[in-house]
């Protein structure tokens, strides 16, 4: 899976529900029916923020995600947007 482009705007898709549980969260796709695991409590912290960001670089590095980390949750933010969890904002 590729790196994303961090300098653009990404969201929650709107059929996307997150549940926070200790080891970090659930992420279901009503529309597609595909269930996410997210394994890290910065991860889920950035893709929560993601709405408010004005990029996913601004949401990543705001969730306390250093820049030489950035391409491995680029590569994370990829998978997501693959499975349809996470859109590009268009407006």
Not at 14 to 34: C, D, I, M, N, W
Not at 53 to 81: D, K, N, Q, V, W
């Amino acid at each position: 899976m590729s790196t994303m482009d961090l300098d653009r705007a990404w969201d929650l898709h709107p059929q996307v529900s997150v549940r926070p549980e200790p080891f970090g969260a659930l992420l279901y796709h009503f529309g597609t029916r595909k269930l996410s695991f997210l394994k890290d409590r910065r991860l889920l912290t950035a893709v929560q923020s993601l709405a408010d960001a004005t990029s996913a670089r601004e949401a990543f590095l705001a969730a306390g995600i250093r820049e030489a980390e950035l391409p491995r949750y680029g590569r994370a933010l990829a998978t997501l947007a693959h499975s349809s969890m996470v859109v590009g904002r268009t407006s």
